[in-house]
């Protein structure tokens, strides 16, 4: 045999066997493509940048990882099925007087093109993805984000060896099974009876059981921020349960239906039910991963998104006004005159102030025990669910700021619940009982009450009088960690982008001089950090659930079309035996369409579950429009469910046409 | 009563590679009556899968036609041509073409189910079906876990519980040892006996010395018939070993 014979016969292998390897072939470079960006954006400099790097950065390391281990399994599993497809050729290879190490040599080749037209194609795929999504989510979020297009040497080092690595794994265990099988073995290999599946009635009323437990926990949690571990078992709960239930449960409920001969011998579900017995047994696992990854990425878009989108309102709940200054100056003379310096200074630099509000409060924090709140120094802090901050505000201040005429009577208020509402017609606190007169859907704004994680309760009391009297009490309670009076100046202002931001920095500068105690807050100033954060926030968000995205639907194209294969046999001897064309299409409709959509159905109850979870922590980023949370799920439910209905139109074409020859 | 009628039928391929026609049915013209039992002979590449074909309205023939019943194969519409199948013809074939997803009853029932029969009406046809074949206890297993001759009987029980008018076998003996193939040639002989029509096509002179006739097709016609008369298995075998040997020698036609 002449030197160019073996890379010549391993061209022709792949070119004959296209419709097996096209799909393997993009399946490498889709893994390559994946691992490579994963691998990227783990070393990506932006991430230093971002809040939370520390930990952004480790979890995107430890995502390159389980990405790694993802890739290998799935290239593994991929390439066993082109081998089985490819034994019969193995064997008349070898018959025709192929020594086993010719076919060794011939593979080898083989296995390089596919290497080196996975890699290549892979990492041109990982890094034009790379900048497209970069370029579509900055545009889309009109800004720069943190994250920035970044080609990483090391990164594309990374993906190189470990994916020739792997390569040459598969290459050594397909040389492997040449090398054990003889010709006859070989020439038969496809042929061999699957068994029925066993039922696991355990396993499968164990996975219905982790999934209402974990479902019952996410969905009566209160406080997102103490019942973080409790939501965590449930997540744990309802993977472990969906792989049980997908495994165990659908053979269970299968075979149930089976035994039901009225519903059973029908000819709509006779073939289905057998022919979905065994492809749950095969693909079961798949399915559930699926499921799993939709979950994880509807999940993450649609709260990644709904953030982006109520970036607005976040930064009105976070910063009420254009600028604000808390002052803890003590007494209002003192606040009072800080304020008119700034007010001067608003004059001097000609800045348009449209709207100011000012009001005196009085803040401390309590355990909530019904319509109680107790306050006391040794307060345990370990109920943290319990802990709420009481805001009062005096009639006055609230009246001037709402444009309100609000009469209150001695012992009476108006309250306005922030996260968790006060269901109680009376609210005690020391050894005052005030009765709830009304309650507010509106309150002044208040940017730091609303960045602390525990609820709050704003009260509006009658006079300055109460909050003395208020005040006194607490500082008998709380002694040394007692809080004093606060007074809040904000205002809004019509000033462009330059000049508020001037304004700031003197505004600033002359705190500072006169030695300012308090704090004072810029909305302008906030919202490019906030752009940043939640931008890349979002692009992480969309980034890795588009890829996902397309890997799930890379897995399940990739079964459907290997399972043609094994299914024409089946469908031809059923043509032979009496089934029409129309009755063959109609069992591969409902086939196919269980597969596809049974994980899709699952994520959405999933997805459902963590809802109410979900919105109480996008709650503690101050993003209270739930409608708006809801908008999001809806549509990325639904541009996902089309992604998905487009594929399985796609996937069922290709599959008939192999079945129908 | 003719039951199935060949009149003429010609087939004839155009090779996809080069044009060129290839003719595998020149003229073939026989009838089977009902109760008959027919073993159609021939080598390899004689035209005997062509012609099953087409008698099983899985192909159509280039000229001529086929009549089941007096209905001509052709007249049936696309639609409907697989419920005339599984309502009028029976299949066995060589490689019995079970499906492994199926329990033997299942698969037995699969035509009954595609007819839309009811579960009770379906175990009331398979009961004596199944006992007549042998096959009453194997019902609850998958074709994998039985042999080759339990396999084929199971296939025939299939063939049978739709009560086709005519049963196609295709080499029904091809892929089974000897006493598998004593066995579904005794039961062949015994539901012929109860009255139905078998077809077999063949090339195993001890399958078609079982039949009350025997066709022997040659270059895509019928060259040479004979008939069982009072001969036994044994004298038919003789005979259908002569016919044989002058058919590789390449004698000249004779009735």
Known sequence: ?661 | MAILEAKGVQKIYTTRFDGNQVQALSNVSFTVEQGEYVAIMGESGSGKTTLLNILAALDKPTAGEVLLEGRRLASVKEREISAFRRDNLGFVFQDFNLLDTFTLKDNIFLPLVLAGKSYKEMNRRLQPIAKKLGISELLAKYPYEVSGGQKQRAAVARALVAEPKLVLADEPTGALDSKSTDDLLRIFNEINRDGQTILMVTHSAKAASHAGRVLFIKDGEVFHQIYRGNSSNEQMYQKISDILTLLATGGDRHE
């Not at chain 1, 993009?26 to 994946?34: E, N, Q, R, Y």
């Not at chain 1, 993802?70 to 064997?91: D, H, M, P, Q, V």
């Not at chain 1, 007074?487 to 001089?513: C, I, K, P, V």
């Not at chain 1, 699952?602 to 429009?625: C, Q």
Request: net charge positive.
């Open chain 1, 1 to 661: 045999m002449n030197k160019g014979f073996f890379p010549k016969l391993a061209a022709n292998n792949i070119r004959k066997n296209s419709k097996t390897y096209i799909p393997y072939l993009l399946t490498c470079i889709m893994t390559v493509a994946v691992f490579y960006i994963v691998k990227s954006l783990s070393l990506n400099p932006g991430l230093e940048k971002m809040v939370g790097a520390q930990t952004l950065m480790y979890t995107m390391s430890m995502g390159s990882w389980v990405t790694a281990l993802f890739a290998f399994i799935f290239l593994f599993y991929t390439n066993s099925f082109l081998i089985k497809r490819r034994k019969r050729e193995f064997g008349v290879f070898n018959i025709l007087g192929m020594e086993k190490r010719h076919l060794a040599q011939t593979m080898a080749w083989e296995s390089l093109y596919v290497t080196l037209i996975g890699l290549v194609g892979g990492l041109i795929l990982g890094i034009a993805l790379d900048k497209v999504m970069f370029l579509v989510i900055t545009k889309a979020i009109g800004g720069e984000i943190a994250l920035g297009f970044f080609v990483s040497g090391k990164a594309i080092e990374t993906t190189v060896v470990f994916f020739i690595i792997v390569f040459f794994l598969i290459f050594l265990n397909t040389a492997r099974q040449i090398h054990v099988a003889n010709p006859i073995e070989l020439l038969k290999e496809g042929h061999a009876g699957e068994k029925e599946p066993k039922t696991k009635w355990l396993m499968a009323l164990l996975g219905l059981a982790c999934v209402g437990v974990g479902y019952y926990l996410a969905l009566t949690v209160e406080n997102p921020l103490t019942s973080l571990l409790v939501f965590f078992v449930a997540v744990v709960l309802v993977i472990i349960g969906t792989y049980m239930l997908f495994t165990a449960g659908s053979i269970a409920l299968l075979k149930l239906l089976r035994k039901n001969k009225k519903y059973y011998y029908k000819t709509k579900h006779f073939t289905s039910i057998s022919g979905m017995i065994y492809r749950m047994k095969q693909n079961a696992v798949g399915l559930a991963n699926i499921c799993v990854l939709s979950t994880m990425v509807l999940v993450m878009i649609s709260s990644t998104s709904s953030m982006m989108l109520g970036m607005e309102d976040i930064l009105h709940t976070r910063y009420p006004n254009d600028f604000v200054i808390y002052s803890d100056e003590g007494t209002r003379e003192r606040s009072e005159k800080t304020f008119a310096d700034i007010r001067a200074l608003q004059a001097e630099m000609d800045l348009n102030v449209t709207d100011e509000i000012q009001y005196t409060y009085l803040a401390f924090s309590s355990v909530e025990d019904g319509d109680t709140f107790q306050v006391t120094r040794s307060g345990s802090l370990m109920v943290m669910d319990s802990i709420t901050n009481l805001i009062f505000v005096p009639l006055s201040d609230y009246n001037a700021i709402m444009g309100t005429n609000d009469i209150l009577e001695e012992g009476e208020i108006l309250l306005y619940s922030n996260r968790k509402d006060f269901d109680y017609p009376v609210l005690k606190v020391f050894d005052k009982e005030y009765a709830v007169k009304k309650k507010l859907d509106k309150f002044l704004g208040n940017g730091v009450i609303a960045a602390n994680a525990a609820n709050s309760q704003f009260i509006v009391v009658r006079d300055m009088k109460e909050m003395k009297d208020l005040y006194k009490k607490q500082k008998e309670a709380l002694t040394d960690i007692a809080n004093k009076f606060r007074y809040y100046y904000g205002f809004d202002t019509d000033a462009g982008e330059e000049e508020q931001s001037r304004f700031y920095t003197a505004m600033m500068d002359l705190l500072t001089e006169n030695g300012f105690l308090g704090s004072a807050e810029s909305r302008f100033d906030a919202r490019t950090s906030f752009i940043g954060l939640y931008g890349g926030l979002f692009f992480l968000g969309i980034f890795l659930g588009v890829l996902f995205i397309m890997a799930t639907v890379l897995i399940i194209y990739y079964k459907q079309i290997s399972e043609g294969y094994d299914d024409k046999e089946r469908f031809e001897i059923m043509q032979k035996v009496g089934m029409s064309h129309q009755e063959v299409k109609a069992s591969i409709r409902s086939q196919v369409l269980t597969v596809f959509f049974l994980p899709l159905i699952a994520a959405g109850m999933h997805v459902a579950a963590a809802f109410p979870m979900i919105s109480r922590i996008l709650a503690l980023f101050n993003l209270m429009n739930t409608s708006l949370y809801i908008a999001c799920t809806g549509v990325c439910f639904l541009v996902f469910a089309t992604m998905y209905v487009l594929i399985y139109t796609l996937t069922a074409k290709t599959y008939y046409k192999i079945v129908s020859r």
